[in-house]
């Protein structure tokens, strides 16, 4: 992780917090502040697209794969790695039993690939 971390970075574009605990470690530590931003109460930054993608696609696999359907696509989903990963289900026995599902299921667009 070191390695990784120092070759390629953190994260680009990671916006450093000051308003959740930051000062009261400097304080504990008797060390200077290190961050300031001004009027950082009031500053609100808006999600990156990154960020915007991933909630759009949380928000869509949140519902329902088909009208009427008991699960979301994300439980389905979620359900179909479980078994993956307990039994060591190979990939392609893994998409067979997806495959299976999205023939029985009555919209064939329900799960995400």
């Not at 915007?52 to 699960?71: C, H, I, Q, T, V």
Request: proline content about 7%; some cysteine.
């Amino acid at each position: 992780m070191k390695v990784h971390l120092s070759k390629n970075g953190f994260k680009p574009n990671y916006w450093i917090w000051i308003d959740h605990g930051e000062e009261i470690v400097c304080d504990a530590l008797k060390q200077p502040k290190k961050f300031e931003a001004p009027n950082s109460n009031n500053m609100k930054e808006p999600p990156n697209e990154d960020t915007k993608r991933f909630y759009n696609f949380l928000m869509e696999m949140n519902k329902s794969s088909y009208e009427g359907a008991s699960d979301a696509k994300l439980s389905i989903s979620a359900r179909l790695l479980a078994c993956k990963s307990n039994w060591n289900v190979p990939d392609r026995c893994l998409e067979f039993i997806s495959k299976m599902f999205l023939d029985v299921t009555p919209i064939k667009e329900c799960l995400p690939k």
